[in-house]
C-alpha cells in the first residue's frame, strides 16, 4: 500500500494500492466514489518519484486541493483532496514510496501562463476547417462598424487556400 485517503466526514480509509489509479462514479475505476456530484472518470492519482499527484479528467464538479480548485497539482503528506463535494486527508510516507530529497517543484507560473485562459478553460476553438461552398469566417472577415474603408473581397479559384 502506497498511502490511503482519510475521508474527513467519517468512513473508512480508502487505501492507495496501485502507482495509478482512476478515481470516479463509474465501476470500472479503482477508487469509487458513489456519488451523483461526482464525473464518471472524475480525477486520476499518480505515484511519481514517492510523491502523489492529482490530475482533473475535466469534471463537472472540480477537483480541489486544499480548498484551490485545480488542473494538475502535487499531493503533499495531509494536503486534504476534495472530489466534487468529499474531502479526504492524504495520508503517506514519501520515503517510504522511494522520494529522494526535497520534494520536487510543483506547477510553475510559465505553466500557469502558458495557455490562454479559453484554452485552460477548453472553450479555446479548435482549427478553422473549410466547408464546401463556404469560406471560413477569419477575424479579418468580420465588419468594423467604426472603419469607413471599402472593402474588398477575393474569390479563390479551384486549389487556392485562404492565407
Request: a positive charge.
Given at each position: 500500500?502506497?498511502?490511503?485517503?482519510?475521508?474527513?466526514?467519517?468512513?473508512?480509509?480508502i487505501p492507495l494500492?496501485?502507482?495509478a489509479l482512476l478515481v470516479g462514479r463509474r465501476e470500472s475505476c479503482d477508487i469509487?466514489?458513489?456519488?451523483?456530484?461526482?464525473?464518471?472518470?472524475?480525477?486520476?492519482?499518480?505515484l511519481n518519484?514517492?510523491?502523489w499527484y492529482v490530475k482533473d479528467l475535466k469534471s463537472r464538479n472540480g477537483t480541489k486541493v486544499n480548498g484551490a480548485r485545480v488542473a494538475e497539482k502535487r499531493l503533499d503528506p495531509g494536503d486534504v483532496l476534495a472530489v466534487a463535494k468529499h474531502s479526504y486527508q492524504?495520508?503517506?510516507?514519501?520515503?517510504?514510496?522511494?522520494?529522494?530529497g526535497p520534494p520536487p517543484p510543483d506547477a510553475t507560473e510559465e505553466d500557469i501562463f502558458s495557455k490562454s485562459l479559453l484554452e485552460r478553460a477548453g472553450l479555446e476553438r479548435g482549427p478553422m476547417v473549410r466547408q464546401p461552398g463556404k469560406s471560413p469566417q477569419k477575424k479579418?472577415?468580420?465588419?468594423?462598424i467604426?472603419?469607413?474603408?471599402?472593402?474588398?473581397r477575393r474569390r479563390f479559384g479551384e486549389g487556392d487556400e485562404p492565407d
Amino acid at each position: 500500500m502506497y498511502g490511503e485517503l482519510i475521508p474527513l466526514g467519517g468512513g473508512d480509509a480508502i487505501p492507495l494500492f496501485k502507482k495509478a489509479l482512476l478515481v470516479g462514479r463509474r465501476e470500472s475505476c479503482d477508487i469509487v466514489l458513489r456519488f451523483s456530484n461526482v464525473s464518471a472518470h472524475h480525477c486520476e492519482l499518480t505515484l511519481n518519484g514517492g510523491y502523489w499527484y492529482v490530475k482533473d479528467l475535466k469534471s463537472r464538479n472540480g477537483t480541489k486541493v486544499n480548498g484551490a480548485r485545480v488542473a494538475e497539482k502535487r499531493l503533499d503528506p495531509g494536503d486534504v483532496l476534495a472530489v466534487a463535494k468529499h474531502s479526504y486527508q492524504v495520508r503517506y510516507s514519501p520515503i517510504d514510496n522511494g522520494a529522494v530529497g526535497p520534494p520536487p517543484p510543483d506547477a510553475t507560473e510559465e505553466d500557469i501562463f502558458s495557455k490562454s485562459l479559453l484554452e485552460r478553460a477548453g472553450l479555446e476553438r479548435g482549427p478553422m476547417v473549410r466547408q464546401p461552398g463556404k469560406s471560413p469566417q477569419k477575424k479579418e472577415d468580420r465588419y468594423d462598424i467604426l472603419d469607413d474603408r471599402p472593402r474588398q473581397r477575393r474569390r479563390f479559384g479551384e486549389g487556392d487556400e485562404p492565407d
